[in-house]
């Protein structure tokens, strides 16, 4: 692989921001930074742009709407597959986690045979990919079903992070019933019939539920996929799961219950796109008042890949975090979580997996995306080009 040499950047470490410096990369990995007189085949003049790892996101469904649409309209999967792949590369998440649900009773991709399907297709695309594409299932545990799809796919080797939710009527996401009924008639266009029938449907589902996550949970350990549960509502909820093994808590509901997980070693994952809007879709807790709080530990983007790189920003203009701060929860932060050790910082030794960022009007946007080293997507924005701004003055250095 050809050495390539980023200069003019600034580079986010862990633990300060280096103006006017510059990183190189050989064989897929970073080899120095700030390096004193050092030459490549290929130079790429960032131009005073922010240099950052790649995102890691943990949580997007946005592959479900690339392979279904509009409701009950279904794209072949490897194009599917594909076009989510080039999105992420655009979006700077050089590590997308594709959240795929096991819920039989619901629909779409969200039939147990489908989403087995759609990993499946996901899996046999990934030497071919833009970024390293990987697979988080999402376990509804009201559908007794789906435990023997997501036992193969985990002794498969399939599945990198897997999930238990429950999402019947009532508590979590949705308080109430009515909170449920609204999401399924309004999301899925079901009547009101059917959308109190799936209610019905789910809440029998729960009977058997516990058992079942328990042995699933106990696979997942066993074969070192992390796991996570989701839409936690309470301390006791928090206490509960990690009493049964899981090591990260998504989308907590409220502040309190957000605490919890972190003071009892449960990294938490939260919404970009709540932070971006500055709300939850379900009246839940605000990431902003989390972060605030020090109690998020990652963000996700959730259902648009491009909300994280503005979600980061976000932090650093409405939380007050410097840009290490802001970058540990896109990258440094999920990379810990589920034992990426190759990668989540920009330090000598790993992975390659980089991303410049422009502002443009105020707008985060990503310019440049490397994976592994690899260049994956590239944009130049008009003002960047005739700008010709001269690069910031040197502030920190560090050896390579």
Not at 19 to 43: C, F, K, T, W, Y
Not at 337 to 353: E, K, S, T, W
């Amino acid at each position: 692989m050809t050495a390539t040499l980023l200069t003019h950047a600034r580079v986010v470490l862990p633990d300060a921001v280096l103006e006017n410096s510059a990183v190189l990369i050989e064989d897929g990995h970073i080899a120095a930074i700030d390096p004193v007189g050092a030459r490549a085949a290929q130079e790429v003049n960032l131009q005073g742009q922010i240099l950052m790892p790649g995102l890691i996101d943990l949580h997007c469904d946005a592959i479900e709407k690339e392979a279904e649409p509009r409701s009950r309209v279904l794209f072949p999967f490897d194009f599917a597959v594909a076009q989510v792949d080039r999105r992420n590369a655009a979006a700077g998440i050089s590590t997308p986690y594709h959240a795929l649900s096991f819920a039989n009773r619901e629909w779409g991709v969200r039939n147990n045979e489908t989403a087995g399907e759609l990993i499946r297709a996901v899996h046999a695309f990934r030497q071919h990919g833009l970024v390293d594409n990987r697979i988080h299932c999402r376990y509804e545990i009201s559908d007794e079903t789906a435990l023997p799809y997501l036992q193969d796919l985990i002794a498969e080797g399939m599945v990198d992070l897997l999930s238990v939710m429950d999402h019947s009527p009532g508590q979590g996401q949705f308080k109430t019933l009515e909170a449920y009924l609204d999401y399924v008639m309004g999301n899925h266009g079901f009547s009101r019939e059917q959308a109190e029938e799936a209610a019905r449907s789910k809440l029998a589902g729960m009977e058997g539920s516990a058992q079942r996550v328990e042995l699933l949970l106990e696979q997942a350990r066993a074969a070192g996929v992390p796991t996570a549960s989701h839409d936690d509502d309470s301390v006791h909820r928090i206490a509960a799961m990690r009493n049964l093994g899981v090591s990260m808590s998504e989308f907590p509901i409220n502040l309190d219950t957000a605490k919890a997980a972190v003071s009892c070693g449960l990294p938490t994952i939260l919404g970009a796109p709540n932070v971006l809007r500055g709300q939850s879709q379900s009246g839940s807790m605000r990431a902003i008042d989390a972060i605030r709080a020090g109690v998020a530990s990652c963000l996700c983007s959730d259902y648009q890949p491009s909300t994280l790189i503005a979600a980061t920003f976000a932090a650093v203009d409405q939380a007050g975090l410097t840009l290490s701060q802001a970058s540990a929860l896109v990258a440094g932060n999920p990379a810990q979580a589920c034992g990426l050790r190759d990668r989540g910082h920009i330090r000598v030794g790993l992975r390659a997996d980089l991303i410049a960022v422009n502002l443009v009007q105020s707008q985060p946007l990503v310019s440049h995306t490397w994976s592994g080293g690899r260049l994956a997507f590239a944009a130049q924005y008009p003002m960047v080009a005739a700008a010709a701004r001269a690069p910031a003055p040197r502030t920190q250095a560090v050896a390579a």
